[in-house]
């Protein structure tokens, strides 16, 4: 029962910049972590970057200094700013966000969703 819509993605050349953002809709009062994951042609989905709803986060180890994570707090908005991008960043970027809650009997639930993803191509 979650939406997650990405939008920013596009073309742009070598060194160059983008940013990425994504909102959530539906039923977000659970989420406490979202975040981005990519996938290139004929690769496996890879973390990007994460944020929890108490600012901390986690970056895949080749992407930190060049990528940096911003939102994920009460608005459940994220954003993913790119700079100095690489041919090897190519991919589907997709929206994350995870949501953990508790039943009635107190047993934690949790769900993983994903938006549908939006393209940036990196190229001369």
């Known amino acids: 029962q979650v939406r997650l819509v990405e939008s920013g993605g596009g073309s742009v050349q070598p060194g160059g910049s983008l940013r990425l953002s994504c909102s959530a809709s539906g039923s977000t009062v659970d989420i406490n972590r979202m975040g981005w994951y990519r996938q290139a042609p004929g690769k496996s989905r890879e973390l990007v970057a994460t944020i929890t709803d108490r600012g901390v986060t986690n970056y895949a180890d080749a992407l930190k200094g060049r990528f940096t994570i911003a939102g994920g707090g009460v608005d459940h908005t994220v954003s993913l700013q790119m700079n100095s991008l690489k041919p090897e960043d190519t991919a589907v970027y997709y929206c994350?966000?995870?949501?953990?809650?508790?039943?009635?009997?107190?047993?934690?639930?949790?769900?993983?969703?994903w938006g549908q993803g939006t393209q940036v191509t990196v190229s001369s």
């Open positions: 994350y966000a995870h949501e953990a809650y508790q039943s009635s009997g107190g047993a934690t639930y949790v769900d993983d969703y």
